[in-house]
């Protein structure tokens, strides 16, 4: 596919969910009608952004949907840098029992988009956001040498969504 239409694709799941996650937070009442829409494309636009730089960086094509299995595919200096980013931005890496966050929301993308079928789902939302976009600062910085701001300028993204 190309590594620069894959990220124009993540960009565009990202920039969906942070448009459902804005409206979400000026809506009282029902605010499923946006967390699912919310964590289905965040959560594929992770997928797709680590895909992007597995691309970029030739380490072959991963067919998972799981994002601690893609992140793992990740050279190890990249995978730190993304997690201490995630780190500085949400907090703790491992919720209190010591399990990885990454774990918990590794099928988000999977569990999220078939939620009605299940009683119960859950995702640190915040956490997700923060490696989303830990990985899309990665593959900004690394196809283009350019952060998010600035590439969104050349890109043309509108700014109410850079952050």
């Known amino acids: 596919m190309g ?3 894959m990220l124009e694709q993540a960009n565009s799941f990202y920039v969906c969910a942070k448009m459902c996650g804005n409206k979400m937070k000026k809506l009282e009442g029902r605010i499923d009608i946006y ?3 919310m964590i289905v494309n965040l959560s594929f636009a992770c997928e797709v952004y680590i895909k992007t730089l597995l691309d970029y960086l030739e380490n072959g094509s991963k067919k998972s949907h799981k994002l601690n299995e893609l992140l793992e595919a990740l050279p190890d200096e990249k ?7 995630v780190e500085e931005k949400h907090g703790a890496l491992a919720d209190a029992f010591g399990i990885p966050v990454i774990d918990t929301v590794a099928d988000a993308f999977a569990k999220w988009r078939y939620s009605y079928e299940v009683s119960r789902v859950s995702c640190d939302i915040g956490y997700l956001f923060a490696l989303t ?3 899309r ?3 900004c910085e690394t196809i283009y040498g350019l952060s998010w701001e600035k590439y969104c300028k050349t890109a043309r993204i509108n700014s109410d969504l850079w952050g």
């Open 79 to 85: 995978k730190s840098r993304i997690l201490k980013e």
């Open 137 to 139: 600062n990665m593959c």
């Open 35 to 37: 967390a699912t829409p």
């Open 133 to 135: 976009e830990a990985v």
């Open 3 to 5: 590594f620069q239409l």
